[in-house]
């Protein structure tokens, strides 16, 4: 079973559906103690960092998160659910989970073609292979809705980059963690595959 | 660096779609789901669902069609028609769609789209935009004017003012959609397009006019758009995702590629 966690930041219908559609069990959970002894967890997101961390805080599910890091679950987070794993977001300078070092930072475009958020369809180059990316061909275009991008501080965590006017990280990792910035549950065939590895993926890295 | 989008609108009444859709196997397909599903498979970018019902007791019979989509079709899609409140958006969300289209309950009230971009966020509010080419003047000094109640009621509220109080508001994109050309398939309206595109940050999705691939080509060039919205040109069959895609990347321009994938 896998706990989607809820926390009123995210369009938790999409993330379920398509596990749904791939077959695999799931729920949508805001019990911390759920999310402690579930079996993988996905952690989505769409909104505001700071709303995000206040509502993981009030219910305890910060705490719980931190507990399945270390005891070993796999967790998947994706957009603000990717942000928020780093230890600082510059969205409402927000003191973030911290589960990796580092911080997000906002898109700063020099040429005015390019908007923020970033939105769309982008490639995906990867950088150093990961279990979660068995299929996906490298630079498979994901869909992405973001104005905050992933900074972590060892570039070691990364495991693909996209590029919207500066290289940014797409896919971050550490353990049994990994976090992509794109929303893989509306990203076809390649956000399906992901899905898909997640769920058989023991939480080693390679 | 991003792709361009293809997207492509269903208008959906009662359930059905308005026209028939038509498929390279000459099927004509009635059903939104079939419909959105094959598009999905052909490599389609987005979606967009444009609920016609005239009667809003029938507006459930859209919230099953939504939900049916999400749990089949893994790109975003919007939805949009009849959305007059922000609980309106949310039952369109929670039923699995990305996004809302707003366009005449905006343009009544404009602070539907502060609401709704503060309870779900920019990225989920579309502002749709019906515009007509008229002479200008102090009120529409752009000369291009919003219209609603499909380009019948003129609002005397200048396009490109709207375009930049809406982005201020919190939309997330705007779709830019000539009256002028919707239905002539000569063409979109390249400058109109431009026009805004240029006015705001935000990504500017053309609509209305899109007959050939050098159509899309024009607007999402020298109009500046982020995403072409194509009806009938898709939904007649003479063409299909693929060969417009294939179109669009032979003349350069960068678009998701979707090799591999079924052509409908």
């Known amino acids: 079973m896998i706990a989607i966690v809820d926390y009123k930041a995210g369009n938790l219908t999409s993330v379920q559906r398509a596990l749904d559609h791939l077959g695999l069990a799931s729920c949508v959970t805001l019990d911390p103690d759920v999310v402690r002894r579930a079996e993988r967890i996905i952690f989505p997101g769409v909104g505001h960092a700071g709303t995000a961390m206040a509502v993981l805080k009030e219910r305890g599910l910060d705490v719980a998160l931190q507990a399945a890091y270390a005891a070993g679950t796999p967790i998947l987070g994706t957009c603000v659910g990717a942000q928020v794993i780093l230890g600082h977001s510059e969205e409402g300078d927000t003191t973030c989970l911290g589960l990796i070092a580092g911080g997000c930072e906002r898109f700063r475009p020099n040429d005015a073609a390019l908007k923020v958020p970033h939105m769309g369809w982008n490639e995906v180059s990867v950088v150093k292979d990961h279990p979660v990316l068995r299929g996906v061909p490298d630079g498979a275009e994901f869909y992405f809705v973001h104005s905050y991008y992933l900074r972590p501080a060892d570039a070691a965590n990364v495991y693909a980059t996209s590029d919207h006017g500066v290289t940014f990280p797409a896919i971050i990792g550490q353990r049994n963690l990994i976090a992509t910035q794109f929303h893989s549950e509306k990203s076809g065939p390649v956000g399906l595959a992901i899905l898909s590895n997640f769920a058989g993926w023991s939480g080693s890295p390679c | ?264």
């Open chain 2, 1 to 264: 660096m991003l792709s361009k989008r293809l997207i492509s609108c269903l208008d959906v009444r009662n359930g059905r779609l308005a026209k028939s859709v038509k498929f390279v196997d000459t099927r004509d397909i009635g059903d939104p789901v079939e419909t959105a599903r094959r598009y999905y498979a052909a490599g389609l970018d987005e979606l967009v669902f444009y609920d016609i019902t005239a009667s809003s007791d029938e507006r459930d019979i859209m919230i099953d069609v939504v939900s049916q989509v999400a749990a089949q079709v893994f790109i975003p899609f919007s939805v949009g028609g009849g959305l007059r409140t922000v609980a309106d958006c949310s039952r369109v969300l929670l039923a699995g769609a990305e996004k809302v289209n707003v366009n005449s309950a905006a343009v009544k009230n404009p602070q539907l789209i502060a609401d709704a971009s503060l309870a779900f966020g920019a990225q989920a509010v579309v502002l749709s935009m019906d515009i007509v080419r008229v002479p200008a003047s102090a009120a529409i000094p752009s000369g291009y004017e919003i219209v609603i109640n499909g380009g019948r009621t003129p609002m005397g509220l200048d396009a490109l003012a709207w375009a930049r109080q809406g982005a201020a508001l919190g939309a997330g994109e705007i779709v830019v959609n000539s009256i002028d050309a919707d239905g002539t398939r000569a063409g979109y309206e390249v400058r109109l397009t431009r026009l805004i595109a240029d006015a705001v940050t935000i990504p500017v999705i053309a609509s209305g006019g899109g007959g050939q691939p050098e159509h899309l080509y024009e607007v999402l060039t020298d109009g500046h758009a982020d995403a072409a919205l194509v009806a009938s040109m898709l939904h007649f069959g003479e063409y299909t995702v693929p060969e417009i895609k294939d179109y669009l990347l032979g003349r350069g321009l960068k678009m998701r590629r979707t090799a591999g994938q079924a052509v409908a």
